[in-house]
């Protein structure tokens, strides 16, 4: 058996398993701590986000992939929660909006966000945050055409794409700095 085959027969398996017991067992990190629980295998990521741990600072806009109101981080990289299986988030690192500050302290992405005035009704913030944390982390410095690419997938229906391209170039320096002191 090549090994598409037997890739094949084992998903397959897995979907079977799903249905039949309708549950599905998901272990993954979420901003950093580990999270073991049964969830109904047909939710997406953004519903168990929002509502099943209750965090709702990912917002829901079209639930199609069309917004980026929804992006968070998974393994690095941002994708839209509203497209994913919740089931997918299994093993993986995933980070929320909720997990880019401390307690008490902005991060610099949303301290630059406040200076840069990059925030109007603030409904695709979270997401172009997070869209903003995975690109610093890939590219620390990276240019202008990088930044309007990285955020192209955040519509912001307040239209202020100026200030939030004001406010990724400036976050540049303070992610950097705050490397620098880790
Ligand atoms: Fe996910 Fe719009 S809600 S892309
Ligand atoms: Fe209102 Fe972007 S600030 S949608």
């Known amino acids: 058996m090549d090994f598409r085959c037997s890739t094949l027969n084992a998903f397959a398996l897995l979907l079977n398993n799903i249905m039949k017991n309708n549950s599905y067992h998901l272990c993954f990190a979420l901003n950093g701590d580990e999270k073991s629980l049964e969830i109904n295998p047909g939710i997406s990521a953004l519903e168990l986000l929002r509502d099943v741990l209750d965090l ?3 917002k829901e806009g079209c639930g199609i992939g069309e ?24 093993g993986r690192q995933v980070m929320t909006v909720e997990g880019l500050s401390g307690q008490d302290d902005l991060h610099p992405i949303q301290q630059s966000f406040a200076e840069q005035h990059a925030v109007q009704c603030g409904f695709c913030t979270p997401g172009v945050l997070m869209s903003t944390h995975a690109l610093l982390e890939e590219k620390p410095n990276p240019s202008r055409a990088e930044i309007v690419k990285a955020v192209a997938g955040n519509l912001c229906r307040c239209t202020g794409y100026q200030s939030i391209v004001a406010g990724i170039e400036s976050a540049v320096g303070g992610c950097q700095r705050e490397k620098n002191e880790d």
């Open 56 to 58: 709702k600072g990912t």
């Open 67 to 90: 917004c980026g109101a929804c992006t968070i981080v998974v393994d690095g990289q941002a994708v839209n929660a509203c497209l994913m299986f919740a089931a997918q988030l299994d």
